[in-house]
């Protein structure tokens, strides 16, 4: 049986405001701009970002590599108006829950503007048809408001709470 690469489209998804597409090598410097802003990661258990090449490392080794081996990922989102991508919205595999998380991360000048809202619900609109994803999950680290709210204006509810990387994690979830 042969490995078929997924043929991933180039856009994946569209509002008024925003463009959801696949990463990109340009997209480098948006990686490391949300993956080193410690307000960005108050609630995400990982360790941030300190150069341009960590930022490609995490492109090629994680982004692409999910792209190749289930044909979806962290999606970019951009910004029609400023032009810029401004932060990610994608679906991922999990294997410590055995399903499919849906996870939005934006820089914080973008925040309380109903962005992720909007983007969650556009990524949502394409997981069943495009990739025959037919449940998600959202992992939300305890105190995380506005993380919580994105996922209840798309419709998740809480599932359980439960732990992930050693953090306390409300599991949202809803199927599609």
Same mark, same amino acid.
């Given at each position: 049986m042969s490995h078929i690469t997924p043929v991933i489209p180039a856009v994946i998804a569209e509002t008024d405001r925003l463009l959801i597409r696949p990463f990109n090598q340009h997209d480098i410097e948006a990686i490391l701009l949300m =993956?080193? =802003?410690?307000d960005v990661l108050t609630y995400i258990p990982q360790s941030p970002l300190k150069s341009l090449l960590e930022a490609e490392q995490v492109f090629k080794e994680v982004i692409q590599a999910d792209y190749n081996d289930k044909g979806f990922g962290r999606w970019a989102v951009y910004h029609k108006e400023d032009k810029k991508v401004i932060g990610f919205c994608g679906p991922k595999y999990i294997p410590e829950y055995d399903k499919v998380e849906l996870g939005y991360r934006f820089l914080p000048e973008y925040w309380g503007q109903g962005i992720g809202t909007e983007a969650a619900k556009a990524v949502m609109d394409t997981l069943k048809p495009m990739f025959d994803i037919d449940e998600v999950i959202a992992l939300i680290l305890h105190g995380n408001v506005g993380s919580e709210k994105v996922a209840v204006n798309n419709g998740m509810s809480l599932y359980e709470q439960n732990?992930? #990387?050693?953090? #306390?994690?409300?599991?949202?979830?809803r199927m599609l």
């Open positions: =993956n080193s =802003n410690p732990m992930y #990387k050693g953090h #306390k994690v409300q599991v949202y979830q």
